[in-house]
């Protein structure tokens, strides 16, 4: 069973940044695409973030030019930089394969941005 245990979140003002990191117990990042997740509350859960295993990504138009994803193959963790931090951008943030996840989700880590 891959755990997945993500890590970062935390309580920013608007303009802030926040790195996340999610780090899987198996071998399961490195052999698929990987992505970041949002969900806020009485909102379904959103992608907002992927990359492949060669490197390639793509972003939601809502996080496009302020997010970067990276990953760590060699210790199956992927990161998700967050710049110019919004209130909108509020959310339980969780990793898992893209863009069908294929793992049990995590607990996710909280992002409370005050305006």
């Known amino acids: 069973q891959v755990q997945l245990v993500e890590s970062g979140g935390g309580l920013v003002q608007a303009g802030g940044s926040l790195r996340l990191s999610c780090a899987a117990s198996g071998s399961i990042f490195s052999l698929n695409t990987v992505g970041w997740y949002r969900q806020a509350p009485g909102k379904q859960r959103e992608l907002v973030a992927q990359i492949s295993r060669g490197g390639s990504t793509n972003y939601a138009d809502s996080v496009k030019g302020r997010f970067t994803i990276s990953r760590d193959n060699a210790k199956n963790t992927v990161y998700l930089q967050m710049n110019s931090l919004k209130p909108e951008d509020t959310a339980v943030y969780y990793c898992?394969?893209?863009?069908?996840?294929?793992?049990?989700w995590g607990q996710g880590t909280q992002v409370t941005v005050s305006s």
């Open positions: 898992n394969t893209a863009p069908t996840w294929i793992a049990s």
